[in-house]
């Protein structure tokens, strides 16, 4: 975890000190901002370090697959379950669970969620006896998970029970000291998977990473500077190295520009536009562009762009330019 801000400091000082406790951890900031590595480093510091860290992303699951995911089931327990699965909390067995986007849990799943952090067991689907479970409980969100209980999209009780301990990152453009240092250690991170010398970044570029919004916030910036590695062929990133959204003009087809980097740029920048056109609505836009939610899903995450949709679910219009 890269910093220079004082923000990330206290986030990175409060991370070790409840990494010994064992109690559970709500990480809560804006997609991108680095609340897995958080997560990772709570684990790394703790004393189940040398047990499994289990990510799991509960935006990623269709909702009727979650409780299978994190309870496991038997065989046979519902159409398609050929064979028996653990599931997340007894695959993290002895280790760090990290229940990412926990704001997308199904509301009828909440209880079961509860149980298992309260109890310390799981039920597995299919089954009627609970399992014991060892695991630390780590919850991820990008999402007001208050206002989810005010609207009944959350459990009071679950997120009282969740967010003993809170720790909040602050989106990158609220501590502008981190971007220049980040953006120079992708550069030579891409760089060094390019195999070619790191190039500077000139002052003009400096300038317009330091006044963009990042609402993908370090994800995007990655991303940003990946494809100007990709662009550029000198030994310094000018201003039309960067994406167009960045430099403000429509470039002419640079001569580097490969097929494939052409395309994938202009989907990026495609779905961009057709998520707020839909205000963020992933439902809406997956329809508009033809392809399924979950297709679209796999492109927003590659893209960084999910600054610009809506969680998954969620129906209310947010506009997010
Ligand atoms: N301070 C940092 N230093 C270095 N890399 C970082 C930092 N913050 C984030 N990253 C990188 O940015 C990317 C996004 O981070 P991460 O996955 O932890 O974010 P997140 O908050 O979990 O995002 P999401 O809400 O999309 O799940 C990762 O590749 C991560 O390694
Ligand atoms: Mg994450």
Redesign the pocket.
């Known amino acids: 975890?890269?910093?220079r801000s004082q923000a990330?400091h206290k986030v990175m000082q409060l991370a070790t000190k409840v990494a010994a406790l064992d109690c559970p951890v709500l990480i809560t900031?804006e997609?991108?901002?680095?609340?897995?590595?958080v997560a990772r480093r709570i684990h790394e510091a703790s004393p189940r370090r040398s047990a499994p860290f289990l990510p799991i992303n509960a935006a990623a699951i269709p909702d009727e697959l979650v409780e299978s995911q994190l309870f496991g089931h038997v065989a046979g327990a519902f159409s398609g379950a050929r064979q028996a699965r653990l599931g997340a909390f007894r695959s993290a067995c002895g280790g760090t669970l990290l229940l990412?986007e926990i704001g997308d849990v199904p509301l009828h799943v909440q209880p079961k969620l509860l149980r298992a952090m309260e109890a310390s067991e799981v039920v597995p689907v299919g089954r009627d006896t609970p399992e014991p479970i060892d695991v630390r409980f780590l919850t991820?969100t990008?999402r007001d998970l208050h206002a989810m209980v005010e609207q009944g999209h959350f459990r009071r009780d679950l997120l009282y029970r969740i967010n003993a301990v809170e720790i909040h990152i602050p989106p990158l453009r609220e501590r502008p000291e981190d971007i220049l240092l980040?953006a120079e250690a992708f550069a030579e991170k891409y760089a060094r998977q390019m195999q070619r010398a790191c190039p500077v970044l000139a002052p003009e570029v400096r300038e317009v990473l330091l006044e963009h919004p990042w609402y993908g916030n370090?994800?995007e910036l990655?991303h940003v500077m990946e494809y100007a590695l990709l662009v550029s062929d000198s030994d310094r990133i000018r201003l039309d190295d960067l994406p167009c959204e960045l430099n403000g003009v429509d470039r002419a087809p640079a001569e580097l520009d490969g097929l494939n980097e052409a395309v994938a740029r202009f989907r990026c920048n495609y779905i961009r536009k057709v998520l707020a056109l839909t205000r963020g609505n992933r439902q809406e836009a997956a329809r508009r562009l033809r392809i399924s939610e979950a297709t679209l899903f796999r492109h927003i995450e590659r893209c960084g762009l999910?600054g610009y949709a809506l969680p998954h679910g969620h129906k209310d219009s947010q506009i997010r330019e």
């Open positions: 975890m890269l910093y990330i900031g997609s991108g901002t680095g609340k897995e590595l990412d991820a990008s980040l370090v994800r990655a999910k």
